[in-house]
């Protein structure tokens, strides 16, 4: 079966400085894989999504993520935080043919970012 | 609006009663989710929907929960006699079947 942990529950980083949240996935396939963001009483939108093109995947907001097959990571970076992108970012993966709607999600992290 | 839409977006009841809540899909979307986020909680998988297929019920906690979809589009999460520990966020979302979810700002269920 597919699963998906994210590394840390909570990151907090200064404003201006390099931000990483890491994702590792075990898959039986070759996954699509995606992070979402929920701000604060909001719903979930969809960061970016790697779906076997490039490895390396940009998304909305200066964020990008590189799929790694060798580490089985999808580790999500910014090279300089925002306070807007203090919020709770999931690493979700697919689980075509399996359960739970085929989507599998960890269990969030959350970024804190200090002025 | 071309986004999911949910209602109500708060709903306060008291514990016994039923609720439903509702979710509009992004019109042409073939798959809906439901899930639940309990206070500074992940996300809990509850319901999926894929076009005509049954629909994967794996998720429910109880069986005071279900849900339906009608026509295809428009669906209804409902929960009989309530009880405190229902108290979360319920997230609906819809996708075009490319495993991107839209998601809806979701309800907020209370349970005195």
């Known amino acids: 079966a597919q699963s998906v942990t994210q590394l840390d529950s909570h990151v907090s980083v200064s404003e201006g400085t390099p931000v990483l949240l890491r994702c590792n996935y075990s898959s039986s396939y070759s996954p699509s894989l995606f992070w979402y963001v929920q701000h604060p009483n909001k719903g979930l939108q969809l960061l970016l999504k790697?779906?076997?093109?490039?490895?390396l995947v940009k998304g909305i907001n200066g964020f990008e993520a590189e799929f790694k097959k060798s580490e089985t990571s999808f580790h999500l970076t910014k090279p300089s935080a925002h306070m807007s992108d203090a919020a709770e970012y999931f690493c979700v993966v697919s689980d075509y043919g399996g359960s739970q709607g085929n989507l599998i999600f960890g269990k969030g992290t959350k970024l804190s970012v200090k002025p | 609006g071309a986004g999911v839409s949910q209602s109500p977006s708060n709903k306060v009841t008291e514990k016994g009663k039923d609720v439903e809540l509702r979710c509009d899909p992004i019109s042409g979307h073939t798959a809906l989710y439901w899930y639940r986020q309990s206070l500074g909680q992940g996300l809990e998988f509850l319901i999926y929907f894929q076009g005509n297929s049954a629909p994967d019920k794996s998720g429910l906690p109880s069986d005071r929960f279900s849900a339906e979809r009608t026509g295809g589009s428009v669906s209804t999460l409902t929960i009989q006699r309530t009880q405190q520990e229902d108290s979360a966020v319920y997230l609906c979302?819809?996708?075009?079947?490319?495993?991107?979810?839209?998601f809806g700002e979701g309800s907020r269920l209370t349970v005195l």
């Open positions: 979302a819809s996708s075009p079947s490319t495993g991107e979810l839209f």
């Open positions: 790697y779906t076997s093109a490039a490895t």
